[in-house]
Each structure stands twice: as C-alpha cells, then as structure tokens.
C-alpha cells in the first residue's frame, strides 16, 4: 500500500506558494501586523534570541545580584522565553558552567544563599517546569547547560552506547551517533532539545513495531529515557552535608525517580544504549481523508490509521482543522533506496514548514485583531501550502539514515501553544482511540463554529509509541522509570501502545482555554476503565482551568498524581518517586513554586 502526493491538488498553488516564499524573504516587517502574544508566537523567520549579557555590577541590571557568587563562575542577567513566548522572564541571572563539579558549587552555593537552581536547555518547552513566570524575582539562576556541558563519546562494540553531557543537542547527538553507525528507532521532531532536557520529560517519537518487525538490539520503541543505562546527578550527601555527584546504575532501583525527573533533579550525564542505524523511507501524502484515516473500527479500511501502524509501525498525522485531509507521514524501515525516494543526507527537509506565506500571515493578523471568522481560510490554506511544498520541494518520499527523516523541525518553524496526552491502550484499540477523538474534536469545533467561535487554528498531531520495557537496554534488572508517561501496567499487560494527541492554536486565541479545559475533561473521561488510561505530556499543556494551563487544582494535584499510583507497585510510584526525589535535594535547590505545588 503506497501513496503518493496528488500533482493536481498542489500544482494549482505551487507556484503562488513560491511566490510567497520570494514576498517572505524581502520582507521580513510583514508580521508587524499580529501584534501582542500571538506576534511572539508567530515568529517564524528567525529564531528568537535572548537580549545580550548584563554582568554583575552591570548598570543596565534591574534586579539584585545574586550574593557572593562562585569565583570562576560568570553570571549575567538575560532575558528567557520558552518556545511558544508565553513565558517570558527579562531580569533572570544564568550562568553557563564549565563542568559537572561546576554545577556542584552551584548547588552548594545555592543551599547556602537560599537560592534555586533551574537546569536550562534551548528551551523548547511549554509547561513551567524550567521556571514560572515570577522567576526573575525568586532568587533563580538559570544553569545554561549548552555552552560548555556538551562532551559526547560513543562506545563500540557487541553493546554499544553512547555517554553525553546534559546540553548536548539532539542534533550533535544523532549526528555523532550516525557517524558511528548507530541510531534511535524513534526520537522528537525538534533536534533544538537538549539530552538533559530529553530525559527530564521522557521525550519520544513515533514507533511501534511494524507487523512482522523484529526489533533490533539496542533500540526502544518507548521513550528515550528507557534507553538510559546510568546517569550522573547532583544529589546530596547527608554524610558530609554537601551536594556531590553521585552516579546511578539502571539496575539501581534508586536511578527511577531520576530517569524522568521533571526538572526536580540536575542529571549533568548519561549513558544510553544504542543500536545499528537504519535507513528510513518517509513518505508523505494529503489524499485521504480525515473520516477514513480516523474511521471508526467497523468500517475502518486501508487507509485506516491503524493499517498505516501495521504497515509500518511509525506514523504521524497532521490534521489541520477545517480541512478534509490530514498530511500523513508514514516512516518504513528500507535498507535500500526505493526507486521513487529522494536520498536525503541531512534532517529538516520541509524548508515549506519553516515560515508563514504573507497570505497566512495576514489571515493569521486578522484572526487575532478579531476576525476569527477566517479561521477555516487560515487553516485551507496552511494545508495547501503543505501539499505545494511537499511537490515544490520533493518532500514527498524521502530516503536516508534516521535522523534524517525524523528530525523535522527547526527553530524557526511556527511557534504555537500545544496540549499533550498519552493514552495507554491495547494495539488492537488503537483506531478506536483516535476514532473516538477525531469524532469528538470534529464536533466540538463544529459546535464552536455555530456559535462564531474559532479556538483551534493549528493542527492536530496524532502518534503511536511503544510503552516502556527496560528490557530493551539489554541489561538484566533495569528498572523502570518511576515518572516516565510510558510507564506499562502491571495489572494491564494487554496495554502495549500509547496513542499520543496533540492540538495546536496560536496562543492567546480566544476561547482556547475553554476548549482545552473541555477537552481534556472529555479525554480524561472517555479513555478509561478497562479500555485505557491517560497520561499528561510534561512538555505540553494540561491542567486547564478553563483560563490557563498547568492551573486546576484536582487535575494538578489529584488526577495527574494518581495517574503514576493506579496499578503501579508500591515501591516504585508517585509517592516514592516524589519521596526520593525530596531526598537528594531536600534543600529544594533544584526546584520552582511550579513544581512545589505539583511534587508533593
């Protein structure tokens, strides 16, 4: 079953999609017109860069340094914003350490003054677990792993592995790994994230097995973090009543808690199980419709989303709202070249994704000035631009090494706030999970369309993974992460997949909050029982108040715990989790108000 883009739905606009592409470039004033929040979010031209250093003793400083800080440690004021620019922090003291025993005077130093330490990445984040909006005023310094923590060195051999320093991108990770003939079966678009950053949240990608699919060694099909075979933290040592550096085994049933640690812990290096690199073939296709990609089980066909994971166990669905049809991606182990594929020998092969046409743009600055009514243009038209780009630049069937068809995107790419859930489920369940999704995101959109309200404008991002299984490390006794989202249930071996739901808006559109906070409480509700069980994404967003993410109370602090209590074994759950946790910083250095709250 093969599917190619369809020449006469995207020749039509190909040529005024490059057109735009010209307009773009010369004119890089054009978005002047978004304005406010949804300007920030919209950036889509260049990255965002923080404002340049102010030193210690600096004039244009405008807070109070930090006291008496480390010789040999610089620190500078700097601006923060996370990736959506819905967080943004102007007067935050960072400091860039040369090495882990630099981080442990930090740590130290940051007991002694009452400060708190925030492990920084390149931010590729949404929710406040780096830190909260009244960071700049809470005696915080940010610890800026990706100037100097960055060594990398793989092992070779019948186990090979990889061991890395906290800021290591993504990027220089798989890159390295490639150059030594390993790869990761799945891993996230963005290669703009830190390893440090990847562990903390138990970041993933896209992949189950594919029918027939014998897993290789050395790879997961989980997340990233059950890769881990010992980490490096800095913890505390009652015994001399110092921070130090303290290295876990994956057999040590204390390394759990810190395989996910959600920023509660400061892990400066790891040591992760690799396996040989495969080649990939990543087709991509906008001919079928969203009804039969997410058809109910009964009459679910070929082209069903669960037939796609069958065939090759690695799929991503793209759905923009108001349209018909869904940018499928569907990933195949190939060793050699299929006839029809483009050889690519770097990553990041949709150039079409990294901007907004002006005419989007201006739609986009329309909807956010208060016409949302243009919401299904804006979006008919993200869809054209995808399925022109796809033709324009011959995305549409690709070939080469791992990381070059599954990293995708850059940090220029258009900035939107997102949700995220795992639903923990059986295989044979999983067309009914997205069907009942797609069913009900179809009506509630509908439902606010007939009352002129447009909350949603970005897509819908639908992904299978495997769960974790730490016999994957190939090491006997490795233990499960505590934290991780992956996490299977004893008293449900029959569940074997999570289904992973994304949905996308400009931030700040109105009415999104609302529909967040309806659809979370109807995902909450619906996938449970003996049919499944979700689980909140740490990165994105969850805990909707109906005006903000991260902000209901029994979500934060009753649902989302128990969600790490229910079937898991008592001594390895949330409670002893968030215990050990308390243990190897019970000065809370490593921590924020944001995570008091949901930590306890």
């Known amino acids: ?61 405008t807070v109070p340094p930090p006291p008496g800080p480390p010789p040999g440690i610089a620190i500078y004021q700097q601006s923060y914003r996370n990736w959506s620019g819905e967080l943004r922090v102007d007067d935050l003291w960072t400091c860039a350490p040369a090495t882990p025993a630099d981080v442990v005077i930090l740590a130290n130093w940051a007991k002694a003054h009452g400060w708190t330490l925030r492990a920084k990445g390149h931010s590729h984040n949404w929710s406040p677990i780096l830190v909260t909006a009244d960071a700049g005023s809470a005696d915080t310094l940010l610890v800026d792993t990706t100037q100097n923590l960055t060594s990398i060195a793989v092992q070779t051999g019948a186990t090979p592995s990889v061991t890395a320093q906290a800021g290591v991108s993504m990027d220089v990770l798989l890159a390295t790994l490639e150059a030594s003939g390993y790869g990761l079966t799945a891993v996230p678009a963005p290669g703009d994230i830190t390893l440090g950053g990847v562990l903390a949240i138990d970041a993933h990608g896209t992949a189950v097995p594919a029918a027939g699919e014998t897993r290789p060694y050395g790879h997961t099909y989980g997340s990233i973090s059950n ?72 009459t679910a066909g070929a082209n069903s989303f669960a037939s796609y994971v069958n065939q090759s166990g690695r799929v991503e669905v793209i759905w923009f709202p108001f349209t018909d049809n869904p940018w499928v991606k569907l990933w195949t182990v190939a060793p050699t070249k299929p006839p029809l ?142 934290l991780s989202a992956l996490r299977t249930r004893p008293d449900h071996p029959e569940w074997d997949v999570a289904v992973w739901l994304d949905i996308l808006t400009t931030p700040g559109t109105p009415y999104s909050g609302q529909f967040y906070r309806e659809t979370e409480q109807w995902v909450l509700a619906n996938y449970s029982g003996s049919y499944a069980q979700v689980r909140v994404e740490w990165s994105k967003g969850w805990g909707y108040s109906g005006t903000a993410a991260w902000s209901d109370p029994t979500t934060v602090g009753t649902t989302v715990p128990d969600s790490f209590r229910s079937g898991l074994p008592a001594g390895n759950n949330w409670d002893t989790g968030v215990a050990a946790l308390d243990a190897y910083d019970p000065h809370r250095v490593f921590t924020n108000p944001f995570l008091d709250t949901l930590l306890t």
């Open 1 to 61: 079953m093969t599917h190619t883009a369809d020449p006469s739905e995207a020749t039509a606009t190909s040529e005024a999609t490059a057109a735009s592409e010209a307009t773009d470039a010369s004119d890089p004033g054009r978005r002047a017109v978004l304005g406010g929040l949804a300007a920030a979010a919209a950036l889509t031209a260049a990255q965002w860069t923080p404002l340049s250093r102010i030193p210690v003793g600096g004039a244009e400083a």
């Open 227 to 298: 890769l881990v075979l010992s980490l490096t933290a800095v913890v505390w040592d009652a015994p001399t009543a110092q921070y130090k550096l303290r290295t876990f085994q994956r057999t040590d049933p204390a390394i759990a808690p810190l395989l996910a640690s959600l920023g509660r812990g400061f892990v400066v290096e790891a040591t992760l199980r690799v396996g040989q690199n495969q080649r990939l073939r990543c087709q991509s296709w906008m001919t079928v419709s969203a009804d039969d990609i997410f058809a109910p089980p009964a």
């Open 341 to 482: 594929s483009r050889q690519v020998t770097a990553p990041y092969n949709y150039p079409f994704s990294d901007f907004l046409p002006t005419e989007a743009a201006d739609l986009l600055g329309q909807i956010i000035a208060g016409n949302s009514g243009l919401t299904p243009a804006f979006c008919n038209l993200q869809g054209a631009t995808s399925s022109a780009g796809l033709l324009a630049t011959l995305s549409w069937d690709l070939w080469g090494w791992s990381k070059n068809t599954m990293l995708y995107i850059r940090p220029t790419t258009f900035r939107v706030t997102a949700n995220g859930y795992a639903i923990l489920t059986k295989r044979a369940d999983i067309q009914r999970v997205v069907s009942e999704f797609h069913a009900y995101y179809k009506g509630a959109l509908a439902s606010y369309q007939a009352q002129g309200r447009f909350p949603m404008n970005g897509p819908l991002e639908v992904r299978v993974t495997g769960l974790d299984d730490p016999g994957h490390t190939g090491v006997a006794g490795a233990v499960h992460p505590t």
